[in-house]
């Protein structure tokens, strides 16, 4: 891909990247938190593939579906949710960033949108006192003009808010836009958005395959998604 293309010749002025699931394995540290939470509470730990499949509509969205599968369905009373939002916080703050790991292509992917000259943003439903030190810890800052986090608005994805907020932070149109997610939350907020949306297909999706999502695209992988945008 020639690094000497700008958007001018492109389809797209700017890439909105969902975080969770699709620039990081995050997984790990969400399971050291849910289950330190748990060991507070005096519940017993649960798996890792089950918390993944709760992860998508942001923290306290996990944390009540944590709290209905330990107590057997039972929806948690708000004040157990009180509870258990203070030590999750403050397990996640303790563990954030310790085994998230960047998924390959991301990095080389990055460096070709940016080199192409697309502006760029995370558009997540991590609340930003998560998101933003760990972008910064790990570098990925760096590429981004905006950060969208799930407590930025009033509304998360699957709301179209956050995409539609992003594609006004980097003055592009929705039409030149292409959101990159891993989960139907992503696809909903960006159809809902008129941005063109691509799927990874390595990410959470709530347990359930991409293959079931509403896409433009689905891309192996970050660098797969700039070729697809070069290509265009
Ligand atoms: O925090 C979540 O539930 C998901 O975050 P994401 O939007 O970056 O995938
Ligand atoms: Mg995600």
Redesign the pocket.
């Known amino acids: 891909m020639s690094s000497t293309n700008t958007s001018a010749s492109l389809a797209f002025d700017a890439v909105l990247l969902?975080?969770?699931?699709?620039l990081m394995d995050t997984i790990p540290d969400f399971t050291v938190a849910v289950n330190a939470m748990l060991a507070d509470l005096k519940f017993a730990a649960i798996s890792q593939a089950e918390i993944a499949t709760y992860?998508?509509?942001?923290?306290d969205?996990?944390i009540r579906r944590v709290l209905t599968s330990v107590q057997g369905g039972q929806t948690p009373t708000e004040e157990l949710f009180k509870q258990a939002k203070v030590s999750y916080t403050a397990n996640y703050h303790r563990i954030n960033g310790d085994q998230a790991i960047i998924f390959e292509g991301v990095r080389p992917g990055l460096e070709c949108l940016q080199a192409m000259g697309l502006r760029m943003a995370v558009v997540?439903?991590?609340n930003a006192e998560f998101a933003v030190p760990l972008l910064e810890r790990t570098g990925l800052a760096k590429y981004m003009q905006a950060i969208v986090c799930?407590d930025t608005l009033a509304e998360r994805?699957p709301h179209p808010a956050p995409m539609l907020h992003a594609c006004n932070l980097l003055k592009s149109s929705p039409s030149r836009t292409v959101a990159v997610?891993?989960?139907v939350?992503?696809a909903l907020s960006a159809r809902a958005a008129g941005c063109t949306f691509l799927a990874v297909p390595y990410g959470?999706n709530e347990g359930k395959s991409v293959h079931s999502l509403d896409v433009d695209a689905i891309v192996d992988s970050i660098e797969h998604a700039a070729r697809w945008v070069a290509a265009r």
């Open positions: 969902d975080l969770d699931g699709t992860i998508g509509k942001g923290s969205n996990l997540t439903n991590k799930g994805k997610g891993d989960s939350n992503d959470y």
